[in-house]
């Protein structure tokens, strides 16, 4: 067994996740974690669960959350009841928060004795122990117990792990790092020198001065003190030029010192876990990802698929007709397990705004590699090199990539963080995506009918005097294909002119000329999404497709595309079979044991019967 706790809590039993049930039980393992081995009374368990005012069923509560616990680390989980308590002997388990400070002590000895780049080393690996912030899915009793002497810990050694790596005149390394300690940590007059420090061995004598100079002003307006001697004496030194250079040459490659943890619910830095074999870069914790739509609406078996598979560690593709939230879905599942994957989120569309053309995987790469800490200087030249530095940043870590609107899997393939416990998140229009081995396909389609008018509802709000309309929405909805995107576009239109009634919008979209027109409002259209999969094909293919859909039939058989193109029926096939893989058709059915039928939606066969319109006119 392997337990860890700097970071959210976990058991792991031969490299497997232990399913654990929520924070409270999360809290009663780490708290008996902690005792290492001592007893906790029931006592100070309910006090950690639930604070000062336990309801009146604490007692069953704790004893289901103890058996629940014994029941999900199997047979030799240590765990045993002792008289009005509880106490847990890992014996040779794993356990992070001791691996930690058995690893930093060593580390600090060897600090003490000069033997820098051992210290470098041991506090290295102990500060990559960290997966985030520690106990950070628990009670806030718990968190408030424990977790200030742990935060405490983990800065002196990040603070011993700096000294080591400036000994070994790793200055120029630690400027930046060292600039959001001192940012993170205004009042730690030890991590400013240190950064005052490296900042003169870079030559940068006056930006050392300035940053002593802003600390001084802070102890004084937040503390009312003035800087402590060692800090004076360097600035001293610094002033005067006299610091001394590094004590010890040189002698390996020292990781920079991990960054330092923000408070809850700030985005900044942290540890990097370490690679296998050993002295691995400590990055950045990248936060790309944009926001989820906070009015995201249905979906729940889609979303709870997704959310399976990445908590099942398999790769997600997410597919389906342009319009039907494959990027709305992908965010809020993104949102939804953000505590699974600690060390950040990357995030790229792959179409181009301009043309809605595939995107070079090379300049999604440079922004990754960026996100991940690589210099911009140092960024590879070569596809194949950036490919290699982007898996060697993401081994070890925890993080999720989302990548929308790919084009096919030759796009996708370069942009996959390779082995370890990364997951990707893959959302696209083309059948292509399906090839990409071990992942969980996901298929959208339009939604529902309650779920459409739940969005409209969701999204419009209150406003005409006939809101909220069930029987103008359901109208609405049908006349939007029931399509996300279309009903995000109707829902805002409602909004923002509250003096219309919902019937009268249904009647302005009912006309088929002019219904595309009404589903545009500001920078949403539905034409976007649908002319980027139609530039994706040949023009023979978007010659047909016009050809099919001016013939204004809902469903057609290959024997029918056949006569409408003049063709054979196995090249109408491939053709409707191609705009299916382009999601500009849909499947719907056999006819008779001859004949898949195929269809237009509605507001695609608009599309294309107005693609069709200008060469009608001349």
């Known amino acids: 067994m392997d337990f860890k706790i700097l970071g959210p809590v976990s058991a792991e039993r031969d490299g497997h996740p232990v399913a654990l049930d929520g924070g409270k039980q999360r809290t009663a393992l780490a708290t008996l974690l902690l005792a290492h081995g001592q007893v906790v009374t029931d006592e100070r368990l309910t006090t950690l669960l639930w604070g000062w005012d336990p309801p009146a069923t604490s007692t069953n509560q704790l004893y289901t959350y103890v058996s629940r616990l014994r029941t999900r680390l199997g047979p030799r989980h240590g765990l045993q009841r002792r008289g009005a308590g509880y106490r847990m002997d890992i014996g040779d388990a794993g356990f992070d928060w001791d691996a930690f400070r058995s690893l930093a002590d060593e580390g600090r000895a060897h600090l003490l004795a000069a033997r820098y780049a051992d210290a470098e080393h041991r506090l290295g690996r102990a500060l990559a122990l960290w997966w985030g912030p520690a106990l950070t899915d628990v009670t806030e009793h718990l968190a408030r117990a424990e977790g200030p002497r742990m935060e405490e810990a983990r800065l002196s050694a990040l603070e011993n792990h700096t000294e080591a790596a400036l ?3 790793r200055h120029n390394d630690m400027v930046s790092a060292l600039t959001r300690q001192v940012t993170l940590h205004p009042v730690r007059e030890r991590l400013r020198g240190q950064l005052m420090t ?64 923000p408070p809850a619910a700030t985005v900044a830095p942290t540890p990097h876990p370490e690679p296998a074999a050993g002295g691995g870069w400590q990055g950045l914790v990248p936060a790309m990802l944009p926001a989820a739509p906070g009015d995201f609406t249905g979906r729940r078996a889609e979303t709870e698929e997704v959310l399976t598979a990445l908590r099942e560690h398999q790769d997600v593709v997410i597919t389906g007709a342009p319009g039907t939230g494959k990027s709305a879905l992908a965010l809020w599942a993104a949102e939804d397990c953000r505590a699974d994957f600690p060390h950040g989120g990357l995030y790229a569309d792959l179409r181009t705004a301009d043309n809605g053309r595939p995107r070079d995987p090379a300049e999604v790469l440079g922004w990754f590699l960026r996100a991940l800490g690589t210099a911009p200087d140092q960024l590879p030249a070569t596809l194949d090199e950036r490919v290699q530095l982007y898996r060697t940043l993401l081994a070890g870590r925890r993080a999720l990539v989302v990548l929308d609107n790919a084009h096919d899997d030759s796009q996708v393939r370069p942009l996959l963080p390779g082995g370890g416990e990364s997951r990707t998140v893959v959302t696209g229009v083309r059948s292509p995506l399906t090839s990409l081995e071990g992942t969980r396909l996901v298929r959208l389609g339009p939604l529902p009918p309650a779920e459409a008018v739940g969005l409209l509802t969701a999204i419009a709000g209150p406003g005409g005097s006939d809101r909220p309309a069930p029987a103008a929405y359901a109208r609405i909805a049908e ?17 923002a002119r509250p003096h219309w009634s919902a019937a009268r919008f249904a009647d302005r ?38 050809t099919l859909a001016a013939a204004g039939m809902r469903g057609l058989t290959a024997a029918d595309a056949a006569a409408l193109l003049d063709t054979g029926p196995d090249d109408a096939e491939e053709l409707l079979e191609r705009l299916a893989d382009a999601r500009l058709l849909e499947v719907c059915g056999a006819d008779g044991d001859a004949w898949l039928r195929y269809r237009f939606m509605p507001l695609v066969q608009l599309f294309a019967q107005e693609q069709r319109a200008p060469a009608l006119v001349s």
């Not at 900042?199 to 002593?212: N, S």
């Not at 009312?224 to 040189?250: F, K, N, S, Y």
């Not at 006349?479 to 109707?490: E, G």
């Not at 006309?511 to 139609?534: Q, V």
């Open 509 to 546: 979209l009912a006309p088929a000329g002019r219904r595309l027109d009404e589903l545009r409002f500001g920078s949403l259209d539905i034409r976007t999404g649908l002319s980027a999969a139609l530039a994706q094909l040949d023009p023979a293919a978007r010659d047909g497709f016009t």
């Open 198 to 261: 490296a900042l003169f061995r870079c030559g940068r004598q006056a930006d050392a001065l300035a940053v002593y100079e802003a600390g001084r002003r802070v102890l004084a307006d937040d503390l009312g003190i003035d800087p402590g001697p060692e800090l004076r004496a360097l600035h001293q030194d610094v002033l005067t030029g006299t610091l001394a250079p590094p004590p010890a040459a040189e002698r390996e490659r020292v990781t920079p010192a991990a960054p330092a943890r």
């Open 479 to 495: 006349l939007c294909d029931r399509l996300p995107l279309a009903l995000r576009i109707a829902a805002a239109r409602l909004s």
């Open 167 to 169: 000994a070994l005149g």
